[in-house]
């Protein structure tokens, strides 16, 4: 038996999870912005929530409201779900993927 043929026989099961998690972690880092500054921040306006953001920008992200408020809260360092007029939120839409005409549209509506 071949020393390939002998490490296969053993670790094939390994190097296929190797190979499978290293494509995994690839596509996740594509896929991911490289920092924060890659988001955009929001400026609340008086009566937002965090669920009325995530409505506004929905067409914007992948998430759930739920996933999306956890994010949120999470990135700005909220202990619970009340925001203020005038606090600067960070949200997880990709700045060169935003669409400032869509924005403008919901806030003519």
Do not use: C
Not at 4 to 18: D, R
Not at 36 to 54: C, F, K, N, Q, R
Not at 63 to 92: C, H, R
């Amino acid at each position: 038996m071949f020393p390939l043929e002998k490490l296969w026989s053993k670790y094939s099961y390994t190097i296929i999870l190797f190979i499978l998690l290293s494509f995994a972690l690839l596509l996740i880092k594509v896929n991911l912005p490289d920092s924060a500054e890659e988001y955009i921040t929001i400026t609340v306006m008086e009566g937002d929530s965090l669920w009325e953001i995530s409505q506004k920008y929905k067409d914007q992200h992948r998430f759930s409201e739920n996933d999306f408020i956890a994010w949120v809260k999470n990135q700005n360092g909220l202990t619970d779900d009340t925001i203020y007029s005038g606090d600067q939120l960070m949200i997880p839409i990709i700045e060169k993927q935003f669409e400032p005409d869509s924005f403008r549209n919901l806030a003519s509506q």
